[in-house]
């Protein structure tokens, strides 16, 4: 089933559509959903309505995520939906997604939902649909490994706008910078960007292969694998040849160093990326991300080193351990630095705070949580942080509040309200409250059974 435009779609569902367009223009985002849906069940490959409906869910979760209606969210009754779309998606992917969409009108969030849509849109070779999915997946759930890398993958092989998966992944990797699957999908999405082949333009012509790939992705990684590294290492080379002779002549063009210094980066040519970093820096133009550029350059170099010990040498735990303290001292020190040069960024006391905790000086980690949580972004994860602070110093009052005021915030019982609800739990057995932190466990194991060893803990904690 081929993807549709606003003229390819039938005359009812243009006068439809020209009417979900005004509710929306009214912010009747209500009857726009309603509209949407109608229009959809009609035309199920029409991918801007199904991209406006998706910006008008979320209009209405913004606005509504507080009182009764978050609650009806949290525990919307959508199983009996979820179950019938998904046997309908291997005999009739198209309704598959009119029973999913209905579940998404009343739980927007739904990410079961949303990846039966993405399936379907797979099975109908719809990849302007997938990708939409994959987006708002990952939008919803940020610190969904899977989500994210699945998206910046589908990002990379459409060469589609590669922007909103870029600040995703950067994101996720800002929490877990140490995570080499997402390096290596930071690394390919950033060739696949730097190589420009249009794909993305192609695929919209019908001419692209995507929906090959589309079919067995598995297959089709493995088939061109080799082929696509050789011809990423190749296109790299010619870029740094060709960039470093610009470089010559356009002796002040900072977009091109720092454009150079990434490819650089890219090779493993930390010290050529760094002095190209420290050619910006000296120009005198204040720019957070050229710190954090050279800071993450410099802890790839030691990560390097690290990657290059050898494992059955006489010395190997000593070398190990002394480069992994120099490489977290480093750190340290460049995140006070940051504080210091840049006292307004909320995130980077985030990122120095959960340097403190990872060291030990709880104390220094909490006044900087407390003012981190100020940021919208990183509000919640320094919520959790700030908890967990509170419960090693023996204030663990402080720390359930701190919990509940955080589970409170988060509408969707996403990965990230199951991790603090988790951490409650947690909490309460530390306090010997075995009920209370059943409570918290059972609220996990009744919707993933899966989720870290909480069936162990609510058998712990149901026990007399």
């Known amino acids: 089933m081929a993807e549709k435009t606003i003229n390819e779609i039938g005359p009812d569902a243009r006068r439809l559509h020209t009417k979900a367009v005004e509710a929306a223009q009214r912010d009747n985002s209500d009857y726009a959903i309603t509209l949407f849906c109608q229009i959809l069940e009609k035309e199920p490959g029409f991918y801007e309505g199904r991209k406006a409906l998706r910006a008008e869910q979320a209009k209405k979760a913004g606005a509504t995520s507080t009182g009764f209606f978050k609650k009806m969210m949290s525990s919307a009754g959508s199983s009996p939906q979820i179950a019938k779309a998904k046997m309908a998606l291997n005999k009739n992917p198209a309704e598959a997604m009119t029973v999913a969409e209905q579940v998404l009108v009343t739980d927007p969030t739904n990410a079961s939902a949303h990846r039966i849509i993405a399936d379907a849109a797979v099975a109908l070779e719809m990849p302007k649909t997938y990708i939409l999915e994959l987006e708002t997946m990952a939008r919803n759930a940020p610190k969904d490994k899977a989500v994210v890398m699945e998206f910046a993958k589908a990002v990379g092989e459409t060469g589609s706008n590669a922007n909103v998966a870029e600040k995703i992944l950067a994101e996720l990797i800002r929490n877990s910078p140490y995570d080499t699957d997402l390096l290596q999908v930071q690394k390919n999405l950033s060739a696949h960007k730097t190589m420009d082949e249009g794909g993305y333009a192609a695929l919209e012509g019908g001419e692209g292969s995507y929906r090959d790939i589309l079919r067995n992705k598995e297959e089709s990684v493995s088939l061109e694998q080799e082929k696509r590294v050789q011809k990423s290492e190749d296109t790299t080379e010619r870029l740094i040849a060709e960039y470093e002779k610009r470089l010559r002549t356009e002796t002040d063009n900072q977009k091109l160093m720092r454009s150079l210094a990434e490819l650089y980066a890219q090779k493993n040519r930390f010290d050529e990326a760094?002095?190209?970093?420290?050619?910006?820096?000296?120009?005198?133009?204040?720019?957070?991300?050229?710190?954090?550029?050279?800071?993450?350059?410099?802890?790839?170099?030691?990560?390097?080193?690290?990657?290059?010990?050898?494992?059955?040498?006489?010395?190997?735990?000593?070398?190990?351990?002394?480069?992994?303290?120099?490489?977290?001292?480093?750190?340290?020190?460049?995140?006070?630095?940051?504080?210091?040069?840049?006292?307004?960024?909320?995130?980077?006391?985030?990122?120095?705070?959960?340097?403190?905790?990872?060291?030990?000086?709880?104390?220094?980690?909490?006044?900087?949580?407390?003012?981190?949580?100020?940021?919208?972004?990183?509000?919640?994860?320094?919520?959790?942080?700030?908890?967990?602070?509170?419960?090693?110093?023996?204030?663990?009052?402080?720390?359930?509040?701190?919990?509940?005021?955080?589970?409170?915030?988060?509408?969707?019982?996403?990965?990230?309200?199951?991790?603090?609800?988790?951490?409650?739990?947690?909490?309460?057995?530390?306090?010997?409250?075995?009920?209370?932190?059943?409570?918290?466990?059972?609220?996990?194991?009744?919707?993933?059974?899966?989720?870290?060893?909480?069936?162990?803990?609510?058998e712990a904690n149901s026990g007399s």
Request: net charge neutral.
């Open 274 to 458: 760094l002095t190209m970093y420290e050619r910006i820096k000296n120009s005198g133009v204040a720019d957070s991300s050229v710190d954090r550029a050279l800071s993450d350059t410099r802890v790839k170099k030691l990560d390097q080193a690290i990657a290059a010990l050898n494992p059955f040498g006489a010395d190997h735990a000593e070398q190990l351990a002394k480069l992994q303290a120099e490489k977290l001292d480093f750190q340290l020190a460049e995140a006070q630095k940051r504080v210091e040069k840049y006292p307004t960024d909320l995130a980077f006391k985030f990122e120095l705070g959960v340097l403190y905790f990872q060291t030990g000086k709880i104390m220094e980690a909490i006044a900087e949580f407390q003012k981190a949580q100020q940021n919208a972004h990183k509000r919640i994860a320094a919520m959790s942080y700030l908890a967990q602070c509170f419960s090693q110093k023996g204030m663990n009052d402080s720390a359930v509040r701190t919990l509940q005021n955080a589970i409170k915030e988060k509408p969707a019982f996403d990965d990230d309200k199951k991790d603090l609800i988790y951490t409650l739990g947690c909490v309460f057995e530390k306090m010997g409250k075995k009920a209370e932190a059943l409570e918290q466990f059972l609220m996990i194991w009744e919707v993933d059974i899966s989720y870290r060893d909480v069936a162990a803990k609510v």
